[in-house]
Nanobody, 119 residues
Framework: QVQLAESGGGLVQPGGSLRLSCAASETIGSINTMAWYRQAPGPERELVAVSNSDGSTNYADSVKGRFTISRDNAKKTVYLQMNSLKAEDTAVYYC?????????????WGQGTQVTVSS
């Protein structure tokens, strides 16, 4: 069973927009932190946006003002609205979820969705 199902990636021109979705399985417990990471060619993953349990959000400086993270708790889904896309945004984007159950913490990663920004 896929625990984090990602969708919404694709090819867009610079200045375009995409909306990524990540739906968590019902097998995942109480969700606290939800986030998006991205990985360009290479071994390092960059933190892009975070949705904290207190409702606050955090963004990488490179995407502030252009990307918006949001969640729908009823659907157990997190979204990443990406506007004014640049070539530098090209990467595989990964959903991340931290949950807890009976004082235990669990972490999950999505399988990744490709975003390519090119003219």
């Amino acid at each position: 069973q896929v625990q984090l199902a990602e969708s919404g990636g694709g090819l867009v021109q610079p200045g375009g927009s995409l909306r990524l979705s990540c739906a968590a399985s019902e097998t995942i417990g109480s969700i606290n932190t939800m986030a998006w990471y991205r990985q360009a060619p290479g071994p390092e993953r960059e933190l892009v946006a975070v949705s904290n349990s207190d409702g606050s959000t955090n963004y990488a400086d490179s995407v502030k003002g252009r990307f918006t993270i949001s969640r729908d708790n009823a659907k157990k889904t997190v979204y990443l609205q990406m506007n004014s896309l640049k070539a530098e945004d090209t990467a595989v984007y990964y959903c991340y979820v931290k949950s807890n159950w009976m004082w235990r913490t669990y972490e999950y990663w999505g399988q990744g969705t490709q975003v390519t920004v090119s003219s």
